[in-house]
């Protein structure tokens, strides 16, 4: 069994996003900025790009909704390869850079791809465990624009006419590690992730001019989905890091209007005397999320930038559930994730499934159109983590106030019981 969610619309998720690229595909869509020399991409370029590559794809005869698992360097390329198997109907399958040998192992014989992508410097033992898994393609790309898959793909034509799929076809399959027990692929859909990326593109006011300053992975929700679909729904510019610089980004933040980071990268700014209100006075949004932001830091921001940070709580199978308010600014509330975004349901409950008192503990449960549809060949687990009514249960633990706003406290896992009382270590921290 796996869950099916609401359709909210017919068309592939690239169509979606091609179709808010600029008239102008001259224009600079993304630059490089710690590359040797700033390469520029053009709108054309990336629209060529993918094109390219989704026919290399179409080439193989690969039967429809493969998974094509990736495992690379940050780079301009790497963001077309997803590009690309979204239009060409595919799913995409991104693993941390960090992953190893047995879990790659793992990954591949669980996912069952029919292309992986990898590093050169890996190709030699991820190869032979694909092939091993039954995998017939095995490509590499490095950040360097070099790798037989760049290499393939200049073969093929530069048009492409972008697969027909439905809101409920797979888009992405995320690996999680969850709670416990084995890795869980999450299966995310085109409905998904564009539901999101539209509700998000209205609530955090993206608008004309707006730039992002990009220094996220591109293997995990927040860099891959919230990020980019951001961007390129909105027709932005990109000014890209193949990885987090403080000094680099703080000496590009007078270009940029928008920034998303999570925790870590805003304390590493804070360690850099070149951030002041000054450098940020062209910026009209910092986004932090992925891990809980200390109230010291929301407070040491507002008075070293002068902006006020915005923290959101999203998750691998849901994408964002939660954002604290756009506007005004006054209204986002250090310590904690703000208002079910529009058309997510939120809501907190006992370990009895029963609803809690306002300000009380409890686990939180989620619907809407961005919640994944289950997760890879795990009808039980899939199960399990719904309930009857088909509220998907995050894990999380937190409370709703008086005034509506969440705050996360802990995983489930983590509950300590202590004298009779429960007791959560992100709570503590965050005292």
Known sequence: MTRQNASVSSQNLYTALRSAFPADLDQIAIETADTATPLHYRWRDLDRGTAMIANLLASLKLPAQSRI???VEKSVEALMLYLAVLRAGHVYLPLNNAYQAAEI????????????VCSGRNFGWI???????????????????RGSLLERAAFHGDQHETVRRSSDDLAAILYTSGT????KGAMLTHGNLLSNAQVLKDYW?????????HALPIFHVHGLFVATHGALLNGSRMIWFSRFDARGVIARLAEATVFMGVPTLYVRMLADPGLTPQVCANM????SGSAPLLLETFNDWQVRSGHTILERYGMSETAMLTSNPYQPVSARRGGTVGFPLPGVDLRVRDDKG??????????????GPNVFKGY????????DEFTTDLWFKTGDVGRIDADGYVTIVGRSKDLIISGGYNVYPAEIEGT
Do not use: C
């Not at 192992?105 to 992986?116: D, K, S, T």
């Not at 009209?284 to 986004?287: G, K, N, T």
């Open 69 to 71: 698992a990736v495992q």
């Open 105 to 116: 192992e793992y990954f591949i014989g669980n996912a069952e791809p029919a292309v992986v």
């Open 127 to 145: 190869s032979k465990l694909a092939f091993k898994a039954g995998t017939r393609h095995v490509f590499t790309l490095d950040d360097d624009r």
């Open 180 to 183: 416990t027990g084995r890795s």
């Open 205 to 213: 006011g993206w608008a004309k001019g707006d730039v992002l300053i």
């Open 284 to 287: 009209r949004l910092f986004i």
């Open 354 to 367: 029963a609803p809690v008192a306002s300000g009380d503990i409890g686990g939180i449960e989620v619907k």
């Open 376 to 383: 890879w060949r795990m009808p039980e687990k899939t199960a």
